[in-house]
């Protein structure tokens, strides 16, 4: 199985299933970041159910609001109603791929920063084809995640 998430941060167990490693740590958060993070609404894309979780829960646990969707049909109406501050996109999806995602995102003039979060050794040229702001390539650690994110936020 092609570990997605670094391993001094998440590992996944011969059985499949995910497990935190010992000694993950929040980071600290002083008082501005509390409060950008309060203000800060994130969209999770991302068809892997076990990784939308874990992400979701990680970033929760960071102070953002977030929100989740498992495909590009779904992610375009979170976005609808709800205009999140950041969309945190992989870009192989069911229904509608990240790419289709992006180009429909431009194309109803919704201006929003995409974070491509991809396992391609393309992840760079991915996310400057759909003009993201950030990208990171899976494996990555949660605190790298949570760096660009806050990027985003700021």
Request: with cysteine.
């Amino acid at each position: 199985m092609h570990a997605l998430w670094s391993p001094e941060i998440l590992r996944v167990l011969p059985d499949g299933t995910l497990t935190e490693s010992t000694g993950m740590q929040s980071s600290s958060q002083d008082s501005d970041e509390t409060f950008a993070r309060e203000t800060c609404r994130i969209l999770i894309v991302e068809d892997d159910p076990r990784l939308r979780a874990v992400v979701s829960a990680f970033l929760q646990d960071e102070g953002f609001r977030v929100e989740t969707a498992g495909d590009g049909v779904e992610a375009l109406a979170c976005i609808e109603r709800n205009r999140p501050r950041a969309v945190v996109l992989d870009m192989h999806l069911p229904l509608m791929n990240g790419w289709e995602l992006a180009d429909e995102i431009r194309a109803r003039g919704i201006k929003v920063p995409i974070l491509v979060m991809t396992a391609a050794q393309d992840a760079r040229k991915w996310a400057e084809q759909i003009g993201a702001s950030e990208y990171v390539a899976k494996p990555v650690s949660l605190p790298t995640l949570l760096k660009r994110i806050d990027d985003l936020c700021a």
